[in-house]
Protein backbone atom coordinates (compact mmCIF):
# COMPACT_ATOMS: atom_id res chain seq x y z
CA UNK A 1 0.00 0.00 0.00
CA UNK A 2 0.81 3.80 -0.35
CA UNK A 3 -0.33 6.35 1.87
CA UNK A 4 0.32 10.05 1.49
CA UNK A 5 -0.02 12.72 4.11
CA UNK A 6 -0.38 16.90 4.20
CA UNK A 7 1.39 17.04 0.90
CA UNK A 8 1.94 20.67 -0.67
CA UNK A 9 3.12 21.57 -3.72
CA UNK A 10 3.66 24.86 -5.77
CA UNK A 11 5.86 26.25 -9.02
CA UNK A 12 5.87 29.86 -8.19
CA UNK A 13 2.91 31.46 -7.29
CA UNK A 14 0.75 28.30 -8.70
CA UNK A 15 -0.73 25.92 -6.00
CA UNK A 16 -0.66 22.55 -7.37
CA UNK A 17 -0.97 20.77 -4.11
CA UNK A 18 -2.53 21.68 -0.11
CA UNK A 19 -2.90 19.30 1.99
CA UNK A 20 -3.26 16.37 -0.24
CA UNK A 21 -3.77 13.03 1.48
CA UNK A 22 -4.87 9.88 0.48
CA UNK A 23 -3.85 6.14 0.82
CA UNK A 24 -4.22 3.33 -1.94
CA UNK A 25 -5.08 -0.06 0.13
CA UNK A 26 -3.60 -3.28 -1.17
CA UNK A 27 -4.96 -4.62 -4.55
CA UNK A 28 -7.09 -1.51 -5.36
CA UNK A 29 -6.54 -0.16 -9.04
CA UNK A 30 -7.17 3.74 -9.16
CA UNK A 31 -7.42 5.93 -12.27
CA UNK A 32 -5.87 9.39 -11.30
CA UNK A 33 -8.29 11.87 -13.23
CA UNK A 34 -7.93 15.42 -13.45
CA UNK A 35 -7.45 18.52 -15.80
CA UNK A 36 -4.41 19.19 -17.65
CA UNK A 37 -1.83 21.05 -15.32
CA UNK A 38 -3.57 20.29 -12.22
CA UNK A 39 -0.96 17.90 -11.31
CA UNK A 40 -1.26 13.99 -12.07
CA UNK A 41 2.46 13.70 -13.57
CA UNK A 42 3.71 15.97 -10.90
CA UNK A 43 2.18 13.20 -8.43
CA UNK A 44 3.52 10.32 -9.95
CA UNK A 45 6.83 12.12 -10.52
CA UNK A 46 7.13 13.01 -6.16
CA UNK A 47 5.86 9.11 -5.55
CA UNK A 48 9.00 8.11 -7.88
CA UNK A 49 10.97 10.43 -5.83
CA UNK A 50 11.89 12.40 -9.42
CA UNK A 51 10.36 15.58 -7.55
CA UNK A 52 9.84 16.85 -4.32
CA UNK A 53 7.03 17.94 -1.65
CA UNK A 54 7.37 21.14 -0.68
CA UNK A 55 6.23 19.40 2.73
CA UNK A 56 4.32 16.40 3.24
CA UNK A 57 5.25 12.50 2.69
CA UNK A 58 4.34 9.59 1.10
CA UNK A 59 4.64 6.52 2.78
CA UNK A 60 5.33 2.87 1.55
CA UNK A 61 6.27 -0.12 3.29
CA UNK A 62 9.77 -1.71 3.73
CA UNK A 63 10.93 -3.57 -0.03
CA UNK A 64 8.34 -1.93 -1.98
CA UNK A 65 8.76 -1.93 -5.73
CA UNK A 66 7.09 0.68 -7.84
CA UNK A 67 7.41 0.18 -11.54
CA UNK A 68 6.00 3.16 -14.44
CA UNK A 69 6.38 3.66 -17.77
CA UNK A 70 9.16 5.54 -18.75
CA UNK A 71 9.49 7.71 -21.91
CA UNK A 72 12.71 7.90 -21.70
CA UNK A 73 14.16 5.32 -23.98
CA UNK A 74 17.32 3.22 -23.05
CA UNK A 75 18.19 -0.15 -23.63
CA UNK A 76 21.53 -2.22 -23.33
CA UNK A 77 20.66 -5.91 -24.69
CA UNK A 78 20.62 -7.37 -28.51
CA UNK A 79 17.35 -8.36 -28.84
CA UNK A 80 14.21 -7.35 -28.29
CA UNK A 81 13.68 -10.87 -26.22
CA UNK A 82 16.32 -9.79 -23.68
CA UNK A 83 15.65 -6.56 -22.90
CA UNK A 84 11.76 -7.46 -21.80
CA UNK A 85 13.68 -10.19 -19.83
CA UNK A 86 16.26 -8.16 -18.03
CA UNK A 87 13.27 -6.55 -16.39
CA UNK A 88 11.83 -10.57 -14.83
CA UNK A 89 11.16 -10.76 -10.56
CA UNK A 90 13.56 -12.79 -8.66
CA UNK A 91 10.33 -15.63 -8.62
CA UNK A 92 10.44 -15.78 -12.51
CA UNK A 93 12.86 -18.68 -13.13
CA UNK A 94 13.20 -22.28 -14.70
CA UNK A 95 11.40 -23.07 -17.63
CA UNK A 96 8.64 -20.02 -17.05
CA UNK A 97 11.16 -17.69 -17.21
CA UNK A 98 11.01 -16.16 -20.72
CA UNK A 99 7.37 -17.72 -21.25
CA UNK A 100 6.18 -14.61 -19.19
CA UNK A 101 8.12 -11.93 -21.32
CA UNK A 102 7.14 -13.84 -24.51
CA UNK A 103 2.91 -13.70 -23.81
CA UNK A 104 3.50 -9.97 -22.67
CA UNK A 105 5.12 -9.05 -25.86
CA UNK A 106 2.90 -11.01 -28.19
CA UNK A 107 -0.08 -9.39 -25.97
CA UNK A 108 1.50 -5.59 -26.99
CA UNK A 109 1.44 -6.46 -30.40
CA UNK A 110 5.00 -8.09 -30.74
CA UNK A 111 5.51 -10.73 -33.43
CA UNK A 112 7.92 -13.85 -32.75
CA UNK A 113 9.60 -13.17 -35.39
CA UNK A 114 10.35 -9.53 -33.51
CA UNK A 115 12.10 -11.26 -30.32
CA UNK A 116 15.28 -11.18 -32.48
CA UNK A 117 15.71 -7.66 -33.49
CA UNK A 118 17.39 -4.96 -31.81
CA UNK A 119 15.61 -2.65 -29.81
CA UNK A 120 17.08 0.18 -31.39
CA UNK A 121 16.25 -0.58 -34.80
CA UNK A 122 12.35 -0.65 -33.30
CA UNK A 123 10.01 2.82 -34.06
CA UNK A 124 9.57 5.41 -31.73
CA UNK A 125 5.88 3.86 -30.56
CA UNK A 126 7.43 0.41 -30.31
CA UNK A 127 10.15 1.50 -27.77
CA UNK A 128 7.85 2.59 -25.95
CA UNK A 129 5.81 -0.28 -26.09
CA UNK A 130 9.07 -2.44 -25.53
CA UNK A 131 9.36 -0.03 -22.16
CA UNK A 132 5.47 -0.95 -21.06
CA UNK A 133 6.37 -4.41 -21.65
CA UNK A 134 9.37 -4.35 -19.74
CA UNK A 135 7.46 -3.00 -16.36
CA UNK A 136 4.69 -5.36 -16.40
CA UNK A 137 7.04 -8.08 -16.62
CA UNK A 138 8.68 -6.44 -13.42
CA UNK A 139 5.67 -7.36 -11.85
CA UNK A 140 6.44 -4.91 -9.20
CA UNK A 141 3.90 -3.81 -6.16
CA UNK A 142 2.55 -0.53 -7.49
CA UNK A 143 2.08 -0.13 -10.98
CA UNK A 144 1.88 3.56 -12.26
CA UNK A 145 0.86 3.98 -16.04
CA UNK A 146 0.86 7.44 -17.27
CA UNK A 147 -1.27 7.49 -20.88
CA UNK A 148 -0.10 3.70 -21.23
CA UNK A 149 -2.33 3.72 -24.39
CA UNK A 150 -1.31 6.23 -26.71
CA UNK A 151 1.02 4.57 -28.61
CA UNK A 152 -0.72 1.21 -28.76
CA UNK A 153 -3.34 -0.28 -31.59
CA UNK A 154 -6.54 -1.20 -30.77
CA UNK A 155 -5.93 -5.43 -30.08
CA UNK A 156 -2.89 -4.27 -28.12
CA UNK A 157 -5.20 -2.32 -25.86
CA UNK A 158 -7.95 -4.67 -25.56
CA UNK A 159 -5.23 -6.90 -24.50
CA UNK A 160 -3.54 -4.71 -22.14
CA UNK A 161 -7.03 -4.00 -20.47
CA UNK A 162 -7.38 -7.64 -19.61
CA UNK A 163 -3.84 -7.59 -18.31
CA UNK A 164 -4.90 -4.76 -15.90
CA UNK A 165 -8.37 -6.16 -15.05
CA UNK A 166 -6.41 -9.38 -13.64
CA UNK A 167 -3.53 -7.08 -11.72
CA UNK A 168 -3.61 -8.41 -8.14
CA UNK A 169 -1.48 -5.55 -6.57
CA UNK A 170 -1.56 -2.25 -6.74
CA UNK A 171 -2.21 0.02 -10.09
CA UNK A 172 -2.63 3.97 -10.30
CA UNK A 173 -3.72 4.65 -13.87
CA UNK A 174 -3.13 7.67 -15.94
CA UNK A 175 -5.83 7.85 -19.18
CA UNK A 176 -8.10 10.33 -21.28
CA UNK A 177 -10.12 7.16 -21.98
CA UNK A 178 -12.70 7.22 -19.73
CA UNK A 179 -14.21 3.96 -20.80
CA UNK A 180 -10.68 2.11 -20.57
CA UNK A 181 -10.08 3.40 -17.31
CA UNK A 182 -13.49 2.58 -15.83
CA UNK A 183 -13.11 -1.15 -17.60
CA UNK A 184 -9.83 -1.94 -15.41
CA UNK A 185 -10.18 0.34 -12.09
CA UNK A 186 -11.58 -0.22 -8.86
CA UNK A 187 -11.82 3.17 -7.09
CA UNK A 188 -11.30 6.61 -9.20
CA UNK A 189 -9.27 9.42 -7.17
CA UNK A 190 -9.58 13.23 -9.00
CA UNK A 191 -7.63 16.42 -8.76
CA UNK A 192 -9.35 19.05 -8.14
CA UNK A 193 -8.83 22.42 -7.19
CA UNK A 194 -5.31 21.53 -5.31
CA UNK A 195 -7.30 18.64 -3.31
CA UNK A 196 -7.40 15.19 -3.77
CA UNK A 197 -10.88 13.20 -3.72
CA UNK A 198 -11.07 9.14 -3.62
CA UNK A 199 -13.91 7.11 -4.14
CA UNK A 200 -14.88 3.38 -4.39
CA UNK A 201 -16.06 2.99 -8.50
CA UNK A 202 -15.89 4.85 -11.94
CA UNK A 203 -15.11 8.46 -12.84
CA UNK A 204 -18.44 9.56 -13.11
CA UNK A 205 -19.34 8.33 -9.46
CA UNK A 206 -16.10 11.27 -8.46
CA UNK A 207 -17.54 13.43 -10.62
CA UNK A 208 -21.59 13.29 -9.75
CA UNK A 209 -20.06 13.82 -5.91
CA UNK A 210 -17.73 16.80 -6.65
CA UNK A 211 -20.29 18.52 -8.01
CA UNK A 212 -23.00 17.81 -5.42
CA UNK A 213 -20.01 18.85 -2.82
CA UNK A 214 -19.82 22.06 -4.74
CA UNK A 215 -23.53 22.74 -5.44
CA UNK A 216 -23.59 22.23 -1.45
CA UNK A 217 -20.30 24.89 -0.86
CA UNK A 218 -22.10 27.01 -3.11
CA UNK A 219 -25.20 27.55 -1.31
CA UNK A 220 -24.01 27.57 1.80
CA UNK A 221 -21.66 29.93 0.87
CA UNK A 222 -24.52 32.28 -0.87
CA UNK A 223 -26.64 32.20 2.24
CA UNK A 224 -23.21 32.88 4.70
CA UNK A 225 -22.82 36.37 2.70
CA UNK A 226 -26.56 36.87 2.54
CA UNK A 227 -26.20 36.48 6.58
CA UNK A 228 -23.52 38.25 7.42
CA UNK A 229 -24.99 40.83 5.14
CA UNK A 230 -28.19 40.89 7.52
CA UNK A 231 -25.77 41.10 10.73
CA UNK A 232 -23.56 43.53 9.75
CA UNK A 233 -27.13 45.66 8.64
CA UNK A 234 -27.92 44.81 12.34
CA UNK A 235 -24.67 46.41 13.59
CA UNK A 236 -24.93 49.56 11.56
CA UNK A 237 -28.62 49.93 12.66
CA UNK A 238 -28.34 49.67 16.26
CA UNK A 239 -24.88 50.47 16.86
CA UNK A 240 -25.59 53.99 18.53
CA UNK A 241 -28.32 52.65 20.54
CA UNK A 242 -27.24 52.28 24.36
CA UNK A 243 -30.15 49.08 24.56
CA UNK A 244 -29.03 47.25 21.87
CA UNK A 245 -25.29 47.28 22.74
CA UNK A 246 -25.06 44.08 24.13
CA UNK A 247 -26.63 42.94 21.18
CA UNK A 248 -24.71 44.73 18.88
CA UNK A 249 -20.96 43.29 20.09
CA UNK A 250 -22.61 39.98 20.07
CA UNK A 251 -23.41 39.68 16.79
CA UNK A 252 -20.00 41.92 16.21
CA UNK A 253 -17.76 38.74 18.01
CA UNK A 254 -20.19 36.56 15.86
CA UNK A 255 -18.91 37.59 12.57
CA UNK A 256 -15.28 38.17 13.99
CA UNK A 257 -15.45 34.20 14.43
CA UNK A 258 -17.37 33.13 11.61
CA UNK A 259 -14.74 32.19 8.58
CA UNK A 260 -16.19 33.85 5.39
CA UNK A 261 -16.07 31.23 2.49
CA UNK A 262 -14.41 32.15 -0.61
CA UNK A 263 -16.41 32.13 -4.28
CA UNK A 264 -14.95 29.17 -6.03
CA UNK A 265 -13.15 29.95 -8.91
CA UNK A 266 -14.82 28.86 -11.85
CA UNK A 267 -13.25 26.13 -13.94
CA UNK A 268 -13.05 26.56 -17.90
CA UNK A 269 -14.48 23.40 -20.25
CA UNK A 270 -13.33 23.07 -24.09
CA UNK A 271 -16.45 24.19 -25.26
CA UNK A 272 -16.31 24.58 -29.78
CA UNK A 273 -17.71 24.03 -32.44
CA UNK A 274 -15.60 23.31 -35.92
CA UNK A 275 -15.96 25.76 -39.05
CA UNK A 276 -18.26 24.20 -41.27
CA UNK A 277 -17.99 24.89 -44.96
CA UNK A 278 -21.03 24.93 -47.17
CA UNK A 279 -21.32 21.41 -49.46
CA UNK A 280 -24.14 21.03 -51.90
CA UNK A 281 -22.95 17.45 -53.45
CA UNK A 282 -23.03 13.61 -52.74
CA UNK A 283 -19.57 12.73 -52.00
CA UNK A 284 -17.10 14.69 -50.57
CA UNK A 285 -14.14 12.43 -52.03
CA UNK A 286 -14.11 8.90 -53.75
CA UNK A 287 -11.10 6.32 -53.48
CA UNK A 288 -10.80 3.99 -56.29
CA UNK A 289 -7.66 0.91 -56.03
CA UNK A 290 -5.59 2.36 -53.74
CA UNK A 291 -2.51 1.28 -52.75
CA UNK A 292 0.86 2.20 -50.65
CA UNK A 293 4.28 0.44 -49.25
CA UNK A 294 6.86 2.17 -48.42
CA UNK A 295 9.65 -0.29 -49.92
CA UNK A 296 8.34 -0.70 -53.91
CA UNK A 297 9.82 -4.53 -54.04
CA UNK A 298 8.53 -4.79 -50.67
CA UNK A 299 4.83 -5.83 -49.37
CA UNK A 300 1.91 -3.44 -50.11
CA UNK A 301 0.52 -2.11 -46.38
CA UNK A 302 -2.64 -1.14 -48.63
CA UNK A 303 -3.57 -3.02 -52.11
CA UNK A 304 -6.44 -1.93 -53.92
CA UNK A 305 -8.64 -0.01 -51.23
CA UNK A 306 -11.71 1.83 -52.43
CA UNK A 307 -14.57 3.52 -50.37
CA UNK A 308 -16.04 6.85 -50.87
CA UNK A 309 -16.55 9.41 -48.30
CA UNK A 310 -20.27 11.15 -48.52
CA UNK A 311 -22.33 13.61 -47.85
CA UNK A 312 -24.13 11.69 -50.83
CA UNK A 313 -21.34 13.81 -54.72
CA UNK A 314 -17.85 12.98 -56.29
CA UNK A 315 -14.68 14.54 -55.31
CA UNK A 316 -15.86 18.11 -55.57
CA UNK A 317 -14.25 21.37 -56.41
CA UNK A 318 -15.91 22.72 -53.08
CA UNK A 319 -14.49 20.16 -50.51
CA UNK A 320 -12.15 21.66 -48.27
CA UNK A 321 -10.08 19.52 -45.66
CA UNK A 322 -8.89 19.95 -42.39
CA UNK A 323 -6.43 18.07 -40.67
CA UNK A 324 -4.74 17.15 -37.21
CA UNK A 325 -2.04 15.06 -37.41
CA UNK A 326 0.04 13.70 -34.37
CA UNK A 327 2.93 15.10 -36.37
CA UNK A 328 2.07 18.65 -36.58
CA UNK A 329 2.76 19.72 -33.34
CA UNK A 330 6.44 19.83 -33.95
CA UNK A 331 5.27 21.89 -36.95
CA UNK A 332 4.22 24.62 -34.17
CA UNK A 333 6.60 27.49 -34.61
CA UNK A 334 8.74 27.64 -30.88
CA UNK A 335 8.81 30.89 -31.52
CA UNK A 336 5.38 32.44 -32.18
CA UNK A 337 2.63 33.16 -29.31
CA UNK A 338 -0.61 30.80 -29.22
CA UNK A 339 -2.35 34.34 -30.67
CA UNK A 340 0.29 34.19 -33.56
CA UNK A 341 -0.22 30.74 -34.74
CA UNK A 342 -4.26 30.97 -34.88
CA UNK A 343 -3.53 34.43 -36.92
CA UNK A 344 -1.93 32.49 -39.23
CA UNK A 345 -4.11 30.11 -39.78
CA UNK A 346 -6.86 32.66 -39.74
CA UNK A 347 -8.27 33.32 -43.87
CA UNK A 348 -8.01 37.35 -43.20
CA UNK A 349 -5.41 37.11 -39.93
CA UNK A 350 -8.30 38.59 -38.15
CA UNK A 351 -6.59 39.58 -34.61
CA UNK A 352 -10.16 39.45 -33.15
CA UNK A 353 -11.41 36.29 -34.28
CA UNK A 354 -7.86 34.36 -33.11
CA UNK A 355 -7.96 35.93 -29.85
CA UNK A 356 -11.72 34.64 -29.20
CA UNK A 357 -10.64 31.08 -30.40
CA UNK A 358 -8.18 31.73 -28.01
CA UNK A 359 -10.54 32.27 -25.30
CA UNK A 360 -12.48 28.74 -26.65
CA UNK A 361 -9.63 27.54 -26.43
CA UNK A 362 -8.95 28.01 -22.53
CA UNK A 363 -5.80 30.82 -23.68
CA UNK A 364 -7.91 33.49 -22.25
CA UNK A 365 -5.86 36.95 -21.63
CA UNK A 366 -2.08 36.83 -21.45
CA UNK A 367 -2.19 33.11 -22.07
CA UNK A 368 -2.45 33.88 -25.48
CA UNK A 369 0.70 35.34 -25.64
CA UNK A 370 2.55 32.23 -24.18
CA UNK A 371 5.31 31.11 -26.51
CA UNK A 372 4.49 27.86 -27.93
CA UNK A 373 8.33 26.71 -26.49
CA UNK A 374 6.42 27.05 -23.27
CA UNK A 375 3.60 24.94 -23.17
CA UNK A 376 2.53 21.21 -22.72
CA UNK A 377 1.69 19.01 -24.96
CA UNK A 378 -1.96 19.50 -24.06
CA UNK A 379 -1.98 22.66 -24.60
CA UNK A 380 -0.28 22.32 -28.14
CA UNK A 381 -3.05 20.32 -28.89
CA UNK A 382 -5.33 22.74 -27.91
CA UNK A 383 -3.66 25.25 -30.27
CA UNK A 384 -3.54 23.01 -33.57
CA UNK A 385 -7.49 22.89 -32.40
CA UNK A 386 -7.79 26.42 -32.57
CA UNK A 387 -5.99 26.84 -36.03
CA UNK A 388 -8.81 23.82 -37.36
CA UNK A 389 -11.42 25.90 -35.33
CA UNK A 390 -10.52 29.14 -37.55
CA UNK A 391 -10.33 27.18 -41.10
CA UNK A 392 -13.82 26.62 -42.65
CA UNK A 393 -13.89 22.76 -43.56
CA UNK A 394 -16.54 20.29 -44.88
CA UNK A 395 -14.20 17.19 -43.98
CA UNK A 396 -11.75 16.49 -41.27
CA UNK A 397 -8.45 14.65 -40.87
CA UNK A 398 -8.15 13.91 -37.53
CA UNK A 399 -5.06 11.40 -36.70
CA UNK A 400 -4.97 10.58 -33.02
CA UNK A 401 -6.25 13.69 -32.15
CA UNK A 402 -7.09 13.14 -28.37
CA UNK A 403 -3.37 11.67 -27.29
CA UNK A 404 -2.35 15.05 -25.71
CA UNK A 405 -5.46 15.82 -23.92
CA UNK A 406 -7.14 15.57 -20.83
CA UNK A 407 -10.34 13.54 -20.14
CA UNK A 408 -12.95 16.62 -20.35
CA UNK A 409 -10.87 17.95 -23.61
CA UNK A 410 -11.58 14.44 -25.35
CA UNK A 411 -15.17 14.56 -24.35
CA UNK A 412 -15.64 17.98 -25.58
CA UNK A 413 -13.77 16.84 -29.07
CA UNK A 414 -16.17 14.03 -29.35
CA UNK A 415 -18.95 16.31 -28.87
CA UNK A 416 -18.08 18.95 -31.49
CA UNK A 417 -17.35 16.39 -34.04
CA UNK A 418 -20.12 14.47 -33.68
CA UNK A 419 -22.37 17.96 -34.38
CA UNK A 420 -20.48 18.99 -37.19
CA UNK A 421 -22.21 18.98 -40.36
CA UNK A 422 -19.50 17.79 -42.56
CA UNK A 423 -17.80 14.40 -43.13
CA UNK A 424 -15.00 13.21 -40.88
CA UNK A 425 -11.87 10.40 -41.14
CA UNK A 426 -10.89 9.84 -37.68
CA UNK A 427 -7.26 7.42 -37.25
CA UNK A 428 -8.17 6.45 -33.09
CA UNK A 429 -7.02 3.79 -31.18
CA UNK A 430 -9.90 4.90 -28.97
CA UNK A 431 -12.81 2.34 -28.94
CA UNK A 432 -14.76 4.81 -26.84
CA UNK A 433 -14.64 7.65 -29.71
CA UNK A 434 -15.03 4.52 -32.47
CA UNK A 435 -18.57 3.51 -30.76
CA UNK A 436 -19.41 7.29 -30.19
CA UNK A 437 -19.02 8.27 -33.62
CA UNK A 438 -17.78 6.12 -36.54
CA UNK A 439 -20.66 5.15 -38.79
CA UNK A 440 -18.38 3.15 -41.48
CA UNK A 441 -14.78 1.16 -40.56
CA UNK A 442 -11.55 1.26 -42.42
CA UNK A 443 -9.91 -1.74 -40.82
CA UNK A 444 -6.50 -2.89 -40.98
CA UNK A 445 -6.42 -6.58 -39.87
CA UNK A 446 -4.66 -9.99 -40.40
CA UNK A 447 -2.21 -7.86 -42.83
CA UNK A 448 -5.13 -6.36 -45.27
CA UNK A 449 -7.13 -3.52 -45.63
CA UNK A 450 -10.70 -3.63 -46.09
CA UNK A 451 -14.11 -1.59 -45.40
CA UNK A 452 -16.74 -2.27 -43.19
CA UNK A 453 -20.14 -1.21 -43.48
CA UNK A 454 -21.76 -0.43 -40.10
CA UNK A 455 -20.76 0.78 -36.35
CA UNK A 456 -17.83 -0.89 -34.57
CA UNK A 457 -19.80 -2.71 -32.44
CA UNK A 458 -21.46 -4.53 -35.76
CA UNK A 459 -17.60 -5.05 -36.80
CA UNK A 460 -17.04 -6.69 -33.05
CA UNK A 461 -20.21 -8.95 -33.08
CA UNK A 462 -19.70 -10.13 -37.19
CA UNK A 463 -15.81 -10.03 -37.74
CA UNK A 464 -13.64 -9.64 -34.62
CA UNK A 465 -10.20 -8.93 -34.25
CA UNK A 466 -7.76 -11.36 -35.99
CA UNK A 467 -5.36 -11.67 -32.65
CA UNK A 468 -8.43 -12.42 -30.27
CA UNK A 469 -9.34 -15.18 -32.23
CA UNK A 470 -6.51 -17.56 -30.47
CA UNK A 471 -8.11 -16.12 -27.15
CA UNK A 472 -11.55 -16.41 -28.17
CA UNK A 473 -11.12 -20.61 -29.07
CA UNK A 474 -9.23 -20.88 -26.04
CA UNK A 475 -11.49 -19.74 -24.07
CA UNK A 476 -14.31 -21.74 -25.60
CA UNK A 477 -12.25 -24.89 -25.18
CA UNK A 478 -12.08 -24.44 -21.59
CA UNK A 479 -15.96 -24.17 -21.15
CA UNK A 480 -18.04 -27.17 -19.97
CA UNK A 481 -19.16 -29.32 -22.12
CA UNK A 482 -22.96 -28.50 -20.70
CA UNK A 483 -22.31 -24.80 -21.42
CA UNK A 484 -22.03 -25.80 -25.10
CA UNK A 485 -25.23 -27.46 -25.28
CA UNK A 486 -27.20 -24.28 -23.64
CA UNK A 487 -29.75 -23.41 -26.52
CA UNK A 488 -30.01 -19.95 -27.78
CA UNK A 489 -33.74 -20.13 -25.97
CA UNK A 490 -32.56 -20.83 -22.91
CA UNK A 491 -29.96 -18.49 -22.86
CA UNK A 492 -32.83 -15.57 -23.73
CA UNK A 493 -34.35 -16.78 -21.20
CA UNK A 494 -31.58 -16.77 -18.52
CA UNK A 495 -30.76 -13.45 -19.18
CA UNK A 496 -34.75 -11.81 -19.36
CA UNK A 497 -34.45 -13.28 -15.74
CA UNK A 498 -31.22 -11.61 -15.18
CA UNK A 499 -32.40 -8.32 -16.40
CA UNK A 500 -35.54 -8.33 -14.42
CA UNK A 501 -33.86 -9.18 -11.50
CA UNK A 502 -31.19 -6.53 -11.81
CA UNK A 503 -34.05 -3.75 -12.93
CA UNK A 504 -35.83 -4.92 -9.85
CA UNK A 505 -32.82 -4.53 -7.64
CA UNK A 506 -31.51 -1.78 -8.85
CA UNK A 507 -34.58 -0.03 -9.12
CA UNK A 508 -35.61 -0.08 -5.17
CA UNK A 509 -31.61 0.98 -4.39
CA UNK A 510 -32.08 4.24 -6.72
CA UNK A 511 -35.64 4.78 -5.07
CA UNK A 512 -33.48 5.12 -1.79
CA UNK A 513 -30.61 7.20 -3.06
CA UNK A 514 -33.53 9.47 -4.90
CA UNK A 515 -35.24 9.92 -1.37
CA UNK A 516 -31.80 10.10 0.96
CA UNK A 517 -30.94 13.75 -2.05
CA UNK A 518 -34.48 14.61 -1.94
CA UNK A 519 -34.62 14.81 2.13
CA UNK A 520 -31.18 16.27 1.79
CA UNK A 521 -32.50 19.15 -0.18
CA UNK A 522 -35.57 19.45 2.18
CA UNK A 523 -33.32 19.20 5.30
CA UNK A 524 -30.88 22.18 3.81
CA UNK A 525 -33.92 24.58 2.94
CA UNK A 526 -35.18 24.10 6.49
CA UNK A 527 -31.78 24.84 7.92
CA UNK A 528 -32.52 28.19 5.92
CA UNK A 529 -35.56 28.76 7.06
CA UNK A 530 -34.84 28.32 10.71
CA UNK A 531 -31.70 30.56 10.63
CA UNK A 532 -33.45 33.21 9.31
CA UNK A 533 -35.96 32.72 11.91
CA UNK A 534 -33.35 32.18 14.76
CA UNK A 535 -32.15 36.19 13.13
CA UNK A 536 -35.42 37.28 13.97
CA UNK A 537 -35.86 36.04 17.42
CA UNK A 538 -32.78 37.10 18.00
CA UNK A 539 -33.28 40.40 17.50
CA UNK A 540 -36.75 40.38 19.06
CA UNK A 541 -34.81 38.54 22.13
CA UNK A 542 -37.49 35.95 22.18
CA UNK A 543 -35.30 33.08 24.45
CA UNK A 544 -37.49 30.20 24.17
CA UNK A 545 -37.68 30.50 20.55
CA UNK A 546 -34.27 31.09 20.23
CA UNK A 547 -33.89 27.72 22.62
CA UNK A 548 -36.09 25.76 20.21
CA UNK A 549 -34.44 26.76 17.00
CA UNK A 550 -30.94 25.98 17.71
CA UNK A 551 -32.05 22.88 18.92
CA UNK A 552 -34.26 22.53 15.25
CA UNK A 553 -30.76 23.26 13.84
CA UNK A 554 -28.80 21.12 15.06
CA UNK A 555 -30.57 18.00 14.78
CA UNK A 556 -31.15 19.00 11.01
CA UNK A 557 -27.51 19.57 10.71
CA UNK A 558 -27.06 16.04 12.22
CA UNK A 559 -29.56 14.57 9.69
CA UNK A 560 -27.82 15.81 6.83
CA UNK A 561 -24.38 14.36 8.05
CA UNK A 562 -26.35 11.39 8.57
CA UNK A 563 -27.62 11.08 4.97
CA UNK A 564 -24.60 11.93 3.30
CA UNK A 565 -22.93 8.79 5.09
CA UNK A 566 -26.00 6.89 4.07
CA UNK A 567 -25.88 8.48 0.51
CA UNK A 568 -22.30 7.10 0.26
CA UNK A 569 -22.82 3.33 1.06
CA UNK A 570 -26.18 3.54 -1.26
CA UNK A 571 -24.06 4.62 -3.83
CA UNK A 572 -21.16 2.10 -3.23
CA UNK A 573 -24.02 -0.71 -3.32
CA UNK A 574 -25.47 0.51 -6.07
CA UNK A 575 -22.37 0.68 -8.21
CA UNK A 576 -20.75 -2.92 -6.83
CA UNK A 577 -24.44 -4.52 -7.62
CA UNK A 578 -24.45 -3.07 -11.45
CA UNK A 579 -20.61 -4.63 -12.03
CA UNK A 580 -22.26 -7.60 -10.34
CA UNK A 581 -24.99 -7.85 -13.02
CA UNK A 582 -22.49 -6.55 -15.96
CA UNK A 583 -20.60 -9.21 -15.22
CA UNK A 584 -23.38 -12.20 -14.97
CA UNK A 585 -24.88 -10.93 -18.13
CA UNK A 586 -21.62 -10.73 -20.40
CA UNK A 587 -21.48 -14.73 -18.63
CA UNK A 588 -24.31 -15.69 -20.40
CA UNK A 589 -23.48 -15.67 -24.06
CA UNK A 590 -26.03 -16.34 -27.09
CA UNK A 591 -24.75 -19.22 -28.85
Given at each position: ?I ?47 L ?56 G ?39 E ?16 L ?52 Y ?5 N ?32 Q ?39 P?G ?6 L ?26 L ?5 V ?56 M ?14 T ?18 H ?31 D ?34 AE ?28 K ?8 L ?32 E ?23
Amino acid sequence: MIQADNLNKSYGTQVIFHNVGFTVNPGERVGLVGRNGHGKTTLFRIILGLDKADSGVINTPNGYAIGHLSQHIKFSEKTILQEACLCLSDSDTGINETYKAETILMGLGFSTADFEINPMDLSGGFQIRLNLAKVLVSDPNLLLLDEPTNYLDIVSMRWLGQFLRNWKKELIIITHDRSFMDSVTTHTMAIHRCRVKKVSGPTGKVYSQLLMEEEIYEKTRSNDEKKRKEVEQFINRFRAKATKARAVQSRIKSLQKRDEKEKLDELRNLEFTFNAAPFTGRQFMEIKDLSFGFDPEGPRLIDGLSFYVGKNIRNHKHLKLAYFGQTNIIRLDKEKTVEQEIMDAHPDHNRGVARGICGVMMFSGDSALKKVSVLSGGEKSRVLLGKLLVSPANMLLLDEPTNHLDMESTESLVEAVDEFSGSVIIVTHSEMILHALASRLIVFDDNRVFVFEGTYQDFLDRVGWKDEEGIVQKHNKSSSASDSRVNKKQVRRMRAELINEKSRILGGLQKKIDAAEQEIVCLEEKIDNDNKALLDASVKGDGEIIKDLSKALHDSKSSVERLFVELELLHEKFDSRTKEYEEKLNSVIEQ
